[in-house]
């Protein structure tokens, strides 16, 4: 809309009597819906997201008896385990994650996005991470 075209979070606009969507910045966005903090605060969930992914590979996983990474958040139980195909899965709670990855750090990554699609708006578990 202003012509910058160096967008870190880009805000997809829709309007029902047009066939196209418009890739615009935060402050475009706010223009375009005449809402100012409502595409400020998208995007200011989307940083921290991001943010707090990169930093769930460094938490402190613990390790089960039966040699299983695993994290406990508030009643939460988070467990990335090998199969019996050598690649690595997942679980939260009784749930198994839909698949497997080659690596342990790529399971752990996959669950970060289950578990945040699950549990973002619940402030307990992610005010302090």
């Not at 100012?36 to 590979?57: D, K, Q, S, V």
């Not at 939460?76 to 750090?105: E, H, M, Q, S």
Request: with cysteine; proline share 4%; charged share 35%.
């Amino acid at each position: 809309m202003c012509g910058n075209e160096k967008i870190r979070y880009v805000h997809i606009m829709e309007h029902p009597d047009l066939d196209e969507h418009f890739d615009v910045g935060c402050v475009c966005a706010g223009k375009m819906s005449d809402d100012y903090e409502g595409p400020r605060r998208r995007e200011a969930r989307l940083r921290n997201r991001a943010a707090r992914r990169t930093r769930w590979l460094q938490r402190k996983w613990r390790v089960s008896a039966k040699g299983n990474s695993f994290l406990n958040l508030e009643g939460y139980n988070l467990v990335v385990y090998p199969t019996k195909t050598k690649r690595w899965g997942f679980k939260i709670g009784d749930r198994f994650g839909p698949r497997t990855y080659p690596t342990a750090n790529e399971a752990k990554l996959a669950l970060f996005d289950d578990f945040w699609a699950a549990t973002q708006d619940d402030d307990r578990l992610w005010s302090s991470d």
